[in-house]
């Protein structure tokens, strides 16, 4: 069992199903980061060195499919749990209908990957560089 992790949070309305969720938000700036969702669930798998490498490959004009196929590098040696199915597409969605919610910058990968809000759904799970743990959602 993974250690929990408070963050202060928030309530929105899923508009599918109306179920009420608790979430949090993450801010990368401080740090930079490249995160992805699990397929499956809410699951977030981040990581800083990942980012640098990402960043500096964007910011060399890099095509979309060098940075595609950088990402995908990433997740194919992250020691993860690969029955999660990370992706660099996949977003949050309704803990109980399992409907996606839309992503604002669908289709533009480079400000998908520097998008600094990383949004976290009470009692996914967070693999980081400091470790995995169980996101608490408090107010």
Known sequence: MYQKKQYLG????CMFCQEQ?????LSGMSL???YFYAA???D???RADWALSVISTIES???DLEIESLCEKFLASS????N???AIWNNVKCPKCKVEFPYRFKGNLKLRLTDPAIILIDGCTVDSDQGTYVVDVVF
């Open 61 to 63: 004009r890099a095509s």
């Open 40 to 42: 499956s669930n809410n």
């Open 79 to 82: 020691v993860c749990d690969v």
């Open 84 to 86: 999660k199915n990370y």
């Open 10 to 13: 928030r309530i929105v309305e």
């Open 21 to 25: 969720i608790k979430f949090a938000v």
């Open 44 to 46: 977030v798998l981040m």
């Open 32 to 34: 930079p980061l490249v």
